[in-house]
């Protein structure tokens, strides 16, 4: 873990380029020292902490940015949980915890925490349950939250407008937001809490993918 904590460090203070080593260590590490190995959790793990680590500092030639979404599957009781506990242990040690959230309820909370922080990673097991509320609410606001979480996605490499509050008189602006999101479900409860309107819903099918 310490090995761990010092290449996050380098990355964090553009000492190395390359993020290959951390990926492939935090995995290891991950399936290494927990209960119940699993090393494609793992891996799902340490690539979103990788996708934090390098927000707004990393582009490739076509102007890709490292902000991912991504649901990994399993089932209950094969070490869903050490990913999420290990990336929050070393956004601790280098400095980055204000960056790690455990879920969102609104858009409205999802852009004043983009606001505050510009990077952030969202670790929430039982996505089903989400999906659930979004696919069983009446009201505007949960697909509300989905549009901010595709525009939030879409401006990673130009500028997001959050909503106007009272008083305001100047448009605030994040520039080059950078939101990765890891969530966990179990694959039952996951695909009955789907729709057809979900899954032709935008937002939707770039996570799915």
Do not use: W
Request: hydrophobic letters at 40%; a positive charge; charged letters at 15%.
């Amino acid at each position: 873990l310490l090995g761990l904590y010092s290449i996050s460090r380098a990355m964090t203070a553009g000492k190395i380029s390359s993020n290959a080593t951390f990926n492939a260590s935090n995995a290891i590490f991950e399936a290494s020292y927990t209960v119940y190995p699993n090393r494609t959790m793992a891996f799902c793990g340490a690539l979103t902490m990788q996708s934090y680590l390098t927000a707004r500092r990393v582009k490739d030639c076509m102007n890709n940015r490292s902000n991912i979404y991504m649901v990994a599957l399993a089932s209950s009781g094969v070490g869903k949980n050490k990913p999420r506990e290990v990336n929050s242990d070393i956004a601790f040690e280098v400095g980055l915890a204000r960056g790690i959230g455990d879920g969102f309820a609104s858009g409205e909370g999802i852009e004043d925490a983009m606001f505050a922080n510009q990077s952030m990673l969202f670790q929430t097991d039982e996505f089903d349950a989400i999906i659930g509320s979004i696919k069983k609410s009446n009201d505007s606001r949960s697909e509300m939250m989905m549009q901010i979480l595709l525009k939030m996605f879409s401006s990673a490499t130009s500028r997001y407008s959050i909503r106007k509050k009272a008083g305001q008189t100047e448009p605030l602006m994040i520039h080059q937001p950078s939101l990765s999101f890891y969530g966990t479900a179990v694959p039952q409860y996951f695909y009955q809490a789907l729709s057809g309107q979900a899954l032709s819903y935008p937002a939707y099918s770039k996570k799915s993918g």
